[in-house]
């Protein structure tokens, strides 16, 4: 006889299966609990610099980065004020409306691209895009960096997950894939068919060839000399990371060596092994608390649009 007992332990579910005499315990986790554990790993921040760049290669994302904010100056500037903003819409209490107040700054991102058509930040396809780029960079995450893979089961949870994360932004949910399948397709088509070398890209592919730190900053002091390279590990993983449609359509620009492909496929040994020693309680309390030093450091530079700001001062003036 077959029978199932579901034991709730905290957020996380153990299922016993009975088959007979035989039993196996199974860990299921409850919506969006996947997720939040994968966004407090450090292993998510590894491919985000390939992420960023995906962004930027989408020409009305690249156009708006590069009309809107100093990143001519700064490129790695928006990573700072963005990146701990974004992962505290999944961490913390209050990320529902967190996530609002993310919209709420993209309402009046609007331009011109370089071939003179209009974009705008809240357009669906734009602001999905570029929640996309964040969905393939957690799968990204477990694909290289985690030694245990997850089934098949983990995955569709976790694309269920970042389907509900997309939802709290209040955003229209045409362009979301109603599964990862759908998803995958949907993402490698605008892989091969919508992204472009923009301007913004080119610039931050300079960066990762000279050597530039790609990732968002941290107090290096806080880490040993391993931890630091783990942490931003550079060009290879930058462009190791991407997906292989993209690097074989700018092969001349984005494609790794074969020497180069060895020693990626080296340090993700030693990544694996890294992390798959770290206490797991050690990897969060280190993000959450890099997150939240970033995110105070960098809270009088965010950006506020020109209209909010002419808006604002026309209250105080009357």
């Given at each position: 006889?077959t029978?199932?007992?579901?034991?709730?332990?905290?957020?996380?579910?153990?299922?016993?299966?009975s088959?007979?005499?035989?039993?196996?315990?199974?860990?299921?986790?409850?919506?969006?609990?996947?997720?939040?554990?994968?966004?407090?790993?450090?292993?998510?921040?590894?491919?985000?610099?390939?992420?960023?760049?995906?962004?930027?290669?989408?020409?009305?994302?690249?156009?708006?980065?590069?009309?809107?904010?100093?990143?001519?100056?700064?490129?790695?500037?928006?990573?700072?004020?963005?990146?701990?903003?974004?992962?505290a819409?999944?961490?913390?209490a209050?990320g529902r409306?967190?996530?609002?107040?993310?919209?709420?700054?993209?309402?009046?991102?609007?331009?011109?691209?370089?071939?003179?058509?209009?974009?705008?930040?809240?357009?669906?396809?734009?602001?999905?895009?570029?929640?996309?780029?964040?969905?393939?960079?957690?799968?990204?995450?477990?694909?290289?960096?985690?030694?245990?893979?997850?089934?098949?089961?983990?995955?569709?949870?976790?694309?269920?997950?970042?389907?509900?994360?997309?939802?709290?932004?209040?955003?229209?949910?045409?362009?979301?894939?109603?599964?990862?399948?759908?998803?995958?397709?949907?993402?490698?088509?605008?892989?091969?068919?919508?992204?472009?070398?923009?301007?913004?890209?080119?610039?931050?592919?300079?960066?990762?060839?000279?050597?530039?730190?790609?990732?968002?900053?941290?107090?290096?002091?806080?880490?040993?000399?391993?931890?630091?390279?783990?942490?931003?590990?550079?060009?290879?993983?930058?462009?190791?990371?991407?997906?292989?449609?993209?690097?074989?359509?700018?092969?001349?620009?984005?494609?790794?060596?074969?020497?180069?492909?060895?020693?990626?496929?080296?340090?993700?040994?030693?990544?694996?092994?890294?992390?798959?020693?770290?206490?797991?309680?050690?990897?969060?309390?280190?993000?959450?608390?890099?997150?939240?030093?970033?995110?105070?450091?960098?809270?009088?530079?965010?950006?506020?649009?020109?209209?909010?700001?002419?808006?604002?001062?026309?209250?105080?003036l009357?």
């Amino acid at each position: 006889m077959t029978s199932i007992d579901i034991t709730p332990i905290n957020t996380i579910r153990i299922l016993n299966f009975s088959i007979g005499n035989s039993s196996i315990a199974v860990m299921a986790f409850t919506p969006g609990e996947l997720l939040r554990k994968c966004a407090g790993d450090w292993r998510s921040m590894l491919p985000g610099p390939s992420a960023g760049l995906m962004q930027l290669m989408y020409p009305p994302l690249g156009k708006a980065v590069m009309d809107h904010s100093d990143f001519v100056k700064d490129p790695m500037g928006r990573v700072n004020r963005s990146v701990p903003q974004i992962w505290a819409t999944l961490l913390a209490a209050d990320g529902r409306q967190r996530a609002k107040k993310i919209k709420d700054v993209h309402r009046y991102i609007e331009g011109k691209d370089n071939n003179d058509k209009k974009y705008h930040a809240l357009n669906p396809e734009t602001f999905w895009w570029a929640h996309a780029t964040f969905t393939w960079e957690m799968f990204r995450s477990y694909e290289l960096f985690h030694l245990r893979q997850l089934s098949p089961s983990e995955k569709a949870q976790l694309y269920d997950d970042t389907v509900e994360w997309y939802r709290s932004y209040g955003m229209s949910m045409r362009p979301v894939p109603e599964n990862l399948d759908r998803f995958y397709e949907t993402f490698f088509d605008i892989c091969l068919n919508t992204l472009e070398i923009t301007e913004a890209a080119q610039m931050t592919i300079d960066l990762a060839k000279k050597g530039g730190s790609l990732n968002f900053s941290y107090d290096p002091r806080n880490w040993p000399q391993l931890g630091r390279k783990a942490l931003d590990p550079g060009p290879l993983i930058f462009f190791g990371a991407l997906p292989i449609q993209l690097r074989n359509r700018f092969k001349n620009i984005l494609e790794l060596s074969s020497i180069d492909k060895l020693r990626l496929q080296n340090s993700l040994i030693s990544l694996r092994i890294l992390f798959g020693a770290l206490p797991q309680s050690v990897n969060k309390a280190t993000l959450v608390y890099t997150l939240k030093k970033i995110g105070n450091e960098t809270r009088s530079q965010r950006y506020i649009p020109k209209k909010t700001l002419n808006r604002q001062l026309d209250e105080v003036l009357h």
